[in-house]
């Protein structure tokens, strides 16, 4: 995970039906441009797929569609659970030698972040396994739901390449979908407001800010949480490539330092599509997290409805 806050690497993903193609995961089949006969979260969702092709090159793939790349695998040791309660998942990130690797970058106080979302982005937890002395990571998983969820590894290796990679974990049951919300410039989270400003485009970095508040009031007391006054993680609908940047400034060091009650960002979004972006952030020693869903078209516009369009209508 990058410390600088511009993000990159998330190109649209074309052609990758043709056979014997990248997985996205472990599981859904991969999502060309433009693909209208796959529902919004991918219809082959929770149907197991072959063992991947050799990804180690994909260097242009998206963050998140891969389990390995640059020689790299996310290697888990079961991809079913059991529904209804929280419970272990064990993983290791294995070298190109094939053995777990043990040396690891920390980023914002952390040598791992391991994000899990539903496949119809409907849930969301961030998580921070802890290391063995064997080289495996081991966390537990909140309660899941019945259907597909993807999980991210966001690492660095030292003297190594940065790297998100992804899983599909499959949780036993009938699942049931959500679609996607409308776009909307306030999300409301355990009694606080957050509201999202600027205008997502497409292929160039624009500045994005979340301001809380509470009972009305803005918030100044925003609590540093993983060394930043906030985080934000975006996933594209459909494939669930992965972003991941931190506020403008740098890293807070300072515990007792307060923030807010606006956290900025910038983002750069190079494709177009639909995208839902998690925030978290803390106070009272609590991480809450807000989430918001932004439509971004080709041309780089924000869809009516979405944040930019909110602002300019003075409901922002």
Same mark, same amino acid.
């Given at each position: 995970m990058n410390t600088p806050t511009r993000l990159t690497a998330f190109a649209l993903v074309l052609g990758l039906a043709l056979g014997g193609g990248a997985l996205v995961g472990n599981a859904a089949g991969p999502i060309s441009a433009g693909d209208d006969e796959m529902d919004e979260h991918g219809s082959d969702a929770g149907t197991p797929a072959a063992a991947p092709a050799d990804t180690t090159e994909a260097t242009d793939m998206p963050a998140g569609v891969l389990i390995a790349q640059d020689g790299y695998t996310l290697d888990a040791d079961t991809t079913a659970l059991d529904p209804g309660a929280p419970g272990p998942f064990r993983f290791r990130i294995l070298g190109p030698d094939g053995t777990p690797v043990e040396d690891f970058e920390v980023s914002h106080e952390k040598e791992l972040h391991l994000i899990v979302v539903g496949t119809d982005l409907a849930t969301y937890a961030h998580l921070h396994p802890t290391m063995g002395d064997d080289g495996s990571w081991s966390v537990e998983l909140p309660a899941l739901?019945?259907?597909?969820?993807? #999980?991210?590894?966001?690492?660095?290796?030292?003297?190594?390449? @940065?790297? #998100?990679?992804?899983?599909?974990?499959?949780? /036993? !049951? @009938? /699942?049931?979908?959500?679609?996607?919300? @409308?776009? %909307? /410039?306030?999300? @409301? &989270? %355990? !009694?606080?407001?957050? #509201?999202? #400003?600027?205008?997502?485009?497409?292929?160039?970095s624009?500045?994005?800010?979340?301001? &809380?508040r509470r009972d009305g009031e803005p918030m100044t007391d925003v609590e540093p949480y993983l060394g930043a006054f906030g985080h934000l993680v975006a996933i594209r609908s459909g494939d669930l490539a992965y972003l991941h940047v931190h506020p403008h400034g740098d890293e807070v060091t300072d515990a007792d330092a307060r923030g807010g009650p606006e956290v900025a960002f910038a983002v750069e979004i190079p494709s177009a599509g639909a995208y839902r972006l998690f925030f978290d952030f803390q106070h009272d020693g609590q991480v809450h997290t807000a989430a918001f869903t932004v439509d971004v078209a080709a041309d780089g516009s924000a869809q009516p409805g979405s944040p930019a369009h909110d602002d300019e209508e003075g409901h922002g």
């Open positions: 739901a019945p259907g597909v969820h993807r #999980t991210y590894a966001d690492f660095a290796v030292a003297d190594g390449p @940065e790297l #998100t990679l992804g899983i599909d974990l499959t949780v /036993a !049951g @009938e /699942a049931r979908f959500a679609s996607l919300p @409308e776009p %909307d /410039a306030t999300a @409301e &989270v %355990d !009694g606080y407001e957050v #509201t999202l #400003t600027g205008s997502p485009v497409a292929g160039a624009s500045d994005l800010t979340l301001t &809380v």
